[in-house]
Nanobody, 123 residues
Framework: QVQLVESGGGLVQPGGSLRLSCAAS????????VGWFRQAPGKEREGLAY????????FYADSVKGRFILSRDSVKDTVTLQLNSLKPEDTAVYYC????????????????WGQGTQVTVSA
């Protein structure tokens, strides 16, 4: 059974940073396409970034390009999303998702999801 677990969320002041991590059991993340998403109250789930397994290429949504950084740790088998220069509008539940075959910013293409971690940006 595949399980994804996000960690690292919390309360941070505007301009601050957080480091989110995605770990898995029942599967090796290194061989999957892994994406990060977020969902704010009353809004649709939004794709932020994803990494391809074949060539380790990383893609970012325009909304976070230059502020968020995705990386993979092959030793720990985790995928991390570094959130920088956080704004109140970044407040949301952040999810990681994985797929053996699909990739992109569309939530529906990923088969496996974590439960999410809350990020709150507030003074």
């Amino acid at each position: 059974q595949v399980q994804l677990v996000e960690s690292g969320g919390g309360l941070v002041q505007p301009g601050g940073s957080l480091r989110l991590s995605c770990a898995a059991s029942g599967v090796t993340l290194r061989y999957l396409r892994v994406g990060w998403f977020r969902q704010a109250p009353g809004k649709e789930r939004e794709g932020l970034a994803y990494i391809r397994d074949s060539d380790e290429k990383i893609f970012y949504a325009d909304s976070v390009k230059g502020r968020f950084i995705l990386s993979r740790d092959s030793v720990k088998d985790t995928v991390t999303l570094q959130l920088n220069s956080l704004k109140p509008e970044d407040t949301a539940v952040y999810y990681c998702a994985a797929s053996p075959w699909n990739e992109g910013f569309t939530p529906g293409v990923y088969e496996h999801w974590g439960q999410g971690t809350q990020v709150t940006v507030s003074a």
